[in-house]
């Protein structure tokens, strides 16, 4: 089954292009690394909870967009080696004016327990 590695960060909303650029040439390297799908997708309707919500999640500033992404690889195994082998990718060099605060972007590993896709319902 799957792997998915997910990802929330607060963007600048004025360097929306600069991260769809920064993200699209990722994918290249991404896939390399054995990544079947990536997903980059920019906060429309995100909304303050009572107790916690996303924003608070990355301290998101009023000029700030919630980002959320998520790259599926085929396995933890292949997303295992594929982190060791970025580590010493020079691609993975963050740029001298990252287009997202690095420090407040939240992420993890996770196996899926139910999808719903093209190829219709796993579980």
Do not use: L
Not at 72 to 84: K, N, S, Y
Not at 92 to 107: C, L, N, S, T
Not at 109 to 115: D, H, K, L, V
Request: glycine share 6%; aromatic share 12%; proline share 6%.
């Amino acid at each position: 089954m799957s792997y998915i590695s997910g990802f929330i960060m607060a963007v600048p909303t004025a360097r929306k292009e600069d991260y769809r650029k920064m993200a699209a040439d990722a994918a290249e390297m991404f896939r390399e690394y054995g990544a079947t799908e990536m997903m980059e997708a920019w906060g429309e309707d995100v909304r303050e909870g009572k107790v916690t919500d996303f924003k608070r999640a990355v301290q998101a500033r009023d000029d700030e967009t919630v980002v959320f992404s998520w790259i599926v690889w085929p396995d933890r195994a292949t997303a295992d080696a594929a982190e060791r082998k970025m580590q010493d990718d020079e691609r993975m060099k963050p740029p001298a004016d990252p287009p997202f605060a690095m420090d407040r972007m939240i992420f993890g590993g996770f196996a899926p327990i139910f999808e719903m896709g093209r190829q219709g319902e796993k579980s």
